[in-house]
């Protein structure tokens, strides 16, 4: 008898847990079902002649439209959550008041009321049109006109952008999210001693870079793929000056070679710190292809190979806003001395002192944006403002858990480079001589690093931590 009950306890727990197993995996599988994503793009190809931003050494409005270039938009949804939104651009970069504005626009029209529920990212083509945030490359002021294009086309993209997302957050559909993490190899550390100097935009093969290609994948409820966002490190630097056309460089063109493979998805690219590397090969329009190939393979690969892993829920964002100060901010007799000089030094000192003797000042910091969404304990991903060297994407990596961690930059506001402490000691464009190519007065001080890291600490959740 006493063996008859002790089995039928057994029996019972065991069903217990049975029933406790399948309501859990029932209830998993309802939270990934009731996700819904909404996807979309739009045309930002300038509709007339512009000059095209990101080589000081052009002279002209661009000569022809090789690639179209395009907004496009991610919106994640989830009964009793905050919807989320990630804009892509095929652009080089934008000013952090855009993106503010935009958000401010999304307020009203699809209820967000966190900032970090919008990310605007830059692909960082060095083939498109100027936005406003690197005006000083052209080293003069340009014509009247070509001032008013940047405004005209700036403006007509915000409105472009807003019903983009109202679209696609309207017409967001069930489905499912996943991601994976590929790796590919065609960057290259692009800073090299030259005779005791930093020579700019040369090939060190030894050099740091971050070659992992993370993806997130949007499937619908019958499993088709309905988007890819992937990210990697590299400038989009792989046409050069002469190329004075529009075009995507190689994140355009992976674009595009995905959406032919993938037929209804859409692409994406959003770079992660790559503020000292270059694509290699570069410098012909072949190597385009190549790259992008590269990267359509990768991803074929993880497919096929069912690397994707799903993610449960849509993410919670955190974000603030940390002051970066520069070391030095230069005063009138300083900047005449400074106005003597060529190209966009002589155009900064120069703007700067119109500024001075209309009652204005020079700032001594920089609002400086960090963003990061978590997928529950399964990914967090961090989003950085400017063009962000590689030591920072490494260091994350190293000091939370590398195998849940992706890292961005070229989001929410790109008009600025962010070096590291080890590129303060070393000096070279990255810290010194982008500066007035970007309208500001100096080098930022050598604790950039540890501000940074400091509130990637306080807003990562503390799952992610090693």
Not at 7 to 28: P, Y
Not at 162 to 170: F, G, I, N, T
Not at 389 to 403: A, G, N, P, Q, T
């Amino acid at each position: 008898m006493f063996a008859t009950r002790k089995t039928i306890l057994a029996c019972f727990i065991a069903v217990a847990i049975l029933f406790i197993l399948i309501s859990f995996n029932q209830a998993e599988r309802k939270e990934i079902a009731i996700m819904e994503i909404g996807t979309g793009r739009v045309d930002i190809t300038p509709e007339y002649p512009v000059r095209l931003t990101g080589y000081g050494n052009r002279t002209k409005v661009y000569d022809s439209v090789e690639q179209k270039l395009w907004g496009k938009v991610l919106v994640l949804d989830k009964k009793g959550k905050q919807p989320m939104v990630w804009i892509t651009l095929d652009l080089v970069g934008f000013p952090g008041f855009f993106a503010d504005e935009l958000f401010t626009r999304l307020k009203a029209k699809i209820g967000l009321k966190d900032r970090a529920q919008l990310v605007v990212s830059a692909t960082h083509t060095h083939n498109g049109p100027e936005t406003g945030v690197l005006l000083n490359i052209f080293g003069a002021t340009l014509p009247p006109v070509q001032l008013a294009d940047v405004k005209i086309y700036r403006d007509n993209l915000l409105n472009k952008l807003e019903k983009l997302v109202v679209d696609a957050h309207k017409l967001k559909t069930p489905g499912k999210l996943s991601w994976a993490m590929g790796n590919v190899t065609f960057a290259m550390n692009r800073r090299v001693l030259e005779n005791g100097k930093w020579k700019d935009f040369g090939e060190t093969p030894d050099g740091p870079v971050d070659n992992n290609m993370p993806v997130l994948r949007a499937t619908d409820q019958q499993g088709k793929t309905i988007a890819l966002l992937l990210n990697y490190a590299c400038h989009g630097t792989t046409l050069v000056p002469e190329h004075n056309f529009v075009h995507g460089d190689w994140m355009g063109s992976a674009q595009q070679m995905l959406e032919e493979k993938y037929p209804g998805a859409i692409a994406m690219v959003a770079l992660g710190c790559a503020g000292d590397a270059n694509p290699t090969p570069r410098g012909e329009f072949k190597h385009v292809s190549q790259h992008a190939v590269m990267i359509t393979k990768e991803i074929a690969r993880l497919l096929t190979n069912n690397k994707f892993a799903t993610l449960n829920s849509i993410p919670v964002g955190k974000m603030k806003k940390v002051d970066l100060t520069f070391l030095h901010v230069p005063d009138a007799k300083e900047f005449v001395e400074q106005s003597k000089l060529e190209a966009a030094q002589g155009l900064y000192a120069r703007n700067s002192l119109s500024i001075l003797a209309r009652g204005g000042s020079i700032s001594t910091t920089l609002s400086y944006p960090i963003c990061i969404w978590s997928f529950g304990k399964q990914l967090a991903i961090v989003f950085l403002g400017g063009e962000v060297v590689v030591d920072y994407s490494l260091r994350i990596k190293r000091e939370f858990s590398k195998d849940k961690i992706w890292v961005n930059a070229y989001s929410n506001d790109v008009s600025i480079y962010i070096a590291s402490k080890r590129l303060f000691t070393e000096g070279g464009y990255e810290v010194d001589g982008s500066m007035p190519y970007y309208n500001h007065p100096s080098r930022l001080t050598e604790d950039t690093e540890e501000r940074i890291m400091k509130t990637i600490h306080e807003l990562m959740p503390k799952e992610f931590l090693k």
